[in-house]
């Protein structure tokens, strides 16, 4: 019993650290991807791992891919970005910002016609 354990925290302190070498190397990769989605989505990872350990760190790389998203003129990134974000400043207390960026997601869902950013974006299930 003592050995399952021990090979079980193992196996967890190497996920752990496997996940944020991950990291590391994709905040390194984004430092010189050229500005388009694929950095945008990059961005959006970042801020999706530190979301469980540090909410600041999360909100700054999600900052980042909504900047980025604006910059670009990506609007569905723009509307997936903000469905990612909008969690992070509810949990943060930042309600009011939240529900200013939900209120641009379920425009441009609707801009786009797109089903799912518009479902994501006005807190419907299905």
């Given at each position: 019993?003592?050995?399952?354990?021990i090979?079980?925290l193992?196996l967890?302190?190497?996920?752990?650290?496997?996940a944020?070498v991950?990291?590391?190397?994709?905040?390194?990769?984004?430092?010189?991807?050229p500005?388009?989605?694929?950095h945008?989505?990059?961005?959006m990872?970042?801020?999706?791992?530190?979301?469980?350990?540090?909410?600041?760190?999360?909100?700054?790389?999600?900052?980042?891919a909504?900047?980025?998203?604006?910059?670009?003129?990506?609007?569905f990134?723009e509307?997936?970005?903000?469905?990612?974000?909008?969690?992070?400043?509810?949990?943060?207390g930042?309600v009011?910002?939240?529900?200013q960026?939900?209120l641009?997601?379920?425009?441009?869902g609707k801009?786009?016609?797109?089903?799912?950013?518009?479902?994501?974006?006005?807190?419907?299930?299905?």
């Amino acid at each position: 019993m003592k050995l399952r354990i021990i090979i079980g925290l193992c196996l967890i302190i190497s996920e752990l650290s496997f996940a944020q070498v991950n990291v590391d190397s994709l905040k390194q990769v984004v430092k010189s991807m050229p500005r388009d989605t694929h950095h945008i989505f990059n961005l959006m990872q970042i801020g999706n791992y530190y979301e469980q350990e540090n909410l600041d760190s999360s909100e700054f790389y999600y900052r980042k891919a909504l900047q980025l998203s604006k910059d670009i003129n990506a609007l569905f990134y723009e509307g997936r970005t903000i469905s990612w974000f909008t969690d992070v400043l509810n949990r943060a207390g930042k309600v009011d910002e939240a529900l200013q960026l939900n209120l641009r997601a379920l425009e441009i869902g609707k801009q786009l016609n797109h089903p799912r950013l518009t479902v994501a974006s006005s807190g419907k299930c299905c």
